[in-house]
C-alpha cells in the first residue's frame, strides 16, 4: 500500500531497511491519518463556503424576486388607475364638445342676436355684393 502526500512523493506505509527489521507502522497511519483530517476539513471548509455562498445567494434571489413581484404590483395599480383617470377624462372631453356645438348652434345664435341686440338677417333685396 502507498500514501500518496501532498507533495506528489509515494511512500509505502512500512519501510524495509532489512528482511528482518521493519519499523513501526502506526506513526506513519497516524501521519497519514492526520493528513487525510486536514486535507478533508479543507475541503469541508471549502464546500462550506460555497454552500453559504450559495445559501446567501438564494436568499437574495428570493427576497429580489419578491420586492421585483411586489414593484410590478404598484406599477400596474398605478397604471389601472391612470387608465381610469384617461377613461374619465375622455368622457369629459366628449361631452364638453357636445356642449359647445350646443351653445355654438346657428339657430341659437341667431336667436340670441335677435333677442339681445335686435339683429336680424336681411332680406336679400336688402343684401349688395362688393367686389
Not at 506513526?27 to 483530517?37: A, F, K, Q, R, S
Not at 381610469?84 to 346657428?106: F, I, N, P
Not at 341667431?110 to 336680424?120: C, L, P, T
Request: proline share 3%; net charge positive.
Amino acid at each position: 500500500m502507498i500514501l500518496i502526500r501532498s507533495t506528489g512523493q509515494a511512500t509505502p506505509l512500512t519501510t524495509r531497511r532489512s528482511k528482518t527489521v521493519r519499523e513501526p507502522i502506526l506513526p506513519v497511519v497516524l501521519e497519514w491519518w492526520g493528513e487525510t483530517c486536514r486535507l478533508a476539513a479543507s475541503m469541508i471548509k471549502g464546500r462550506a463556503l460555497i454552500t453559504l455562498s450559495l445559501l446567501v445567494a438564494l436568499v437574495v434571489s428570493g427576497v429580489a424576486t419578491v420586492y421585483a413581484v411586489h414593484l410590478n404590483r404598484q406599477q400596474f395599480i398605478e397604471l389601472q388607475t391612470l387608465q381610469r383617470d384617461k377613461d374619465r377624462y375622455e368622457r369629459e372631453w366628449t361631452q364638453l364638445l357636445l356642449e359647445e356645438s350646443a351653445w355654438s348652434a346657428h339657430s341659437r345664435v341667431e336667436q340670441i342676436a335677435d333677442q339681445r341686440f335686435g339683429m336680424h338677417v336681411p332680406d336679400a333685396t336688402k343684401i349688395e355684393i362688393v367686389r
